[in-house]
């Protein structure tokens, strides 16, 4: 679904809260790809940080 406008109602969260969290969630998947991209380029370097960072994710995702 697009649009949901009860979606924080629904998972009890005001606007703020959601804002802040959603925002640190994507400079965190942003960061995670550049360091995907310069694996890619070297994969010597940050060899389980990608997947250890969605990992991560996925645990506070869940947990939420």
């Given at each position: ?31 995670l ?13 940050f ?18």
């Open positions: 679904m697009i649009f949901d406008f009860y979606h924080l109602k629904k998972n009890s969260i005001n606007y703020a809260s959601h804002g802040i969290r959603v925002i640190k969630l994507s400079f965190v998947l942003i960061g790809g550049l360091v995907g991209i310069i694996h890619g380029l070297l994969p010597f370097i060899v389980d940080t990608v997947s250890n960072g969605i990992k991560k994710i996925a645990s506070r995702l869940s947990n939420f």
